[in-house]
């Protein structure tokens, strides 16, 4: 075995722990979140748990398929952690602005994306991205 494969195999695991500790962490802050707000923010109002749905989230440590989101039977619950249908933690607008500061087009930017991530981005969302931040 070639000593390249062995350094892509430690390299997959390496990412799949670093992506499995950052979603068991995230995980734990919104189970924290949840049990602080049914319990301090609304002790006026009949409130509880209502179990948990899933969601994709691309961070910059990799791709959490699943994520497992708790909510609250009255549907007031939001995480701090991110928006109620952001997919990204943010990372990605910031990279896609400095691709683009540094010249490459929104073509090449998307085909870029589609390579690491495996999500497509059109050029037209690139440079709607683009144009936001830069207002």
Known sequence: MSNSILN??????????????????????????I????????EHVQNSRNGYYHRT???????IEALTVPRDRNGDFQTQLFEPYQ????????????MYQSGMSTREIGKFIERI??????PTTISNITDAALE
């Open 8 to 33: 892509s195999d430690f390299a997959n695991q390496l990412e799949n722990m670093i992506k499995d500790f950052v979603q068991e962490k995230l995980e734990f802050i919104m189970r924290e979140e």
């Open 35 to 42: 049990k602080n707000f049914l319990q301090v923010e609304q």
């Open 57 to 63: 989230l691309d961070t910059k440590y990799g791709k």
């Open 87 to 98: 997919r990204q933690d943010g990372w990605l607008e910031q990279a896609i602005m400095k």
């Open 117 to 122: 991530l495996g999500s497509t981005y059109s």
